[in-house]
């Protein structure tokens, strides 16, 4: 393996090498790639979906010895979605990255009291890797807000409760809006909590539907969050 870690993204061929299906709809797939490059967690991949070399864009969970973790929700059935549901471990991926300024910045959290992020579904992708970060560095408090439309999508259960229990400064909570008989978290959507936050020195990370990010924006700028503590990525 070649170390270019010097030089921006490029398009390399990759090959899946796990394939795992989460929950309904929602694929872990992990491809290795030839060349390692310079990662920063929150960053993500163009992942070239058809013969005629159209893309889609994919947030990496993780990067190590070589190999790139993604979050896949097949729910959409678009042209991406189709493709990575059918790619098969041992087929060839062509991959493109690392791309992306949605990235944890130790500077700006230096005086932040606590670290917001809020994610709808897969969007919950590039904030494992950023969370992950912190945890070098980042003395104040991390949150972590997750929504979910049906228990059958849920996933990394045991990865959350782990990343609790080994870091104090660190929880999270879980919203679904469609719950079924028996759910026994919060019912209701990602921001319900929102009103009763203290919003003073903290800094803000959005990922996942237009819709949720532009409700938070609008209304963390109505709380008195400046608009460079907020920070967004929209899937779409
Ligand atoms: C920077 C970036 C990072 C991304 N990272 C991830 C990631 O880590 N994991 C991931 O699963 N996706 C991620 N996405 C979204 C992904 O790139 C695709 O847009 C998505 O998977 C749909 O592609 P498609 O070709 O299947 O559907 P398209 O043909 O692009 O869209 C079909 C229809 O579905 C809608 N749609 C697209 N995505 C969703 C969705 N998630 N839920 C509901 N409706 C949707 C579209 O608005 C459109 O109407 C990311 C997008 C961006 C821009």
Redesign the pocket.
């Known amino acids: 393996m070649r170390i270019d870690s010097m030089v921006g993204p490029k398009k390399q061929v990759g090959k899946v090498i796990k394939k795992l299906e989460l929950a309904e709809k929602v694929f872990e797939m992990v491809v290795s790639l030839p060349e390692t490059l310079l990662f920063k967690p929150g960053q ?1 991949v163009s992942l070239r ?1 058809s013969e005629s070399g159209i893309r ?4 990496v969970v993780e990067y190590a010895s070589g190999n790139i973790k ?13 493709f990575l549901e059918n790619i098969k471990v041992g087929e060839a991926l062509e991959v493109m990255g690392f791309f ?1 300024n949605f990235v944890v910045d130790r500077n700006e959290l230096e005086d932040k009291k606590t670290v917001y992020f809020v994610a709808t ?2 969007g919950i ?2 904030f494992l890797p950023m969370i992950h970060k912190l945890k070098s560095f980042y003395t104040g408090k991390v949150i972590l807000w997750w929504g979910v439309r049906y228990e059958r999508r849920l996933y990394w259960q045991q990865e959350l409760k782990d990343m609790e229990t080994s870091w104090s400064n660190f929880s999270y909570e879980i919203y679904m809006s469609r719950p079924e008989e028996g759910w026994k978290g919060k019912m209701g959507r990602v921001g319900d909590d929102l009103d009763g936050v203290n919003a003073e020195n903290t800094s803000w990370y959005l990922c996942g ?1 237009t819709e949720m990010i532009e409700q938070m924006k609008e209304r963390l700028l109505l709380k008195g969050v400046s608009e460079t503590d907020i920070n967004y ?4």
């Open positions: 993500y979906v889609r864009s994919y947030s993604l979050l896949v929700d097949v729910g959409p059935a678009g042209l991406g979605s189709v992306g579904g897969t992708a590039p539907a990525e929209k899937f779409f």
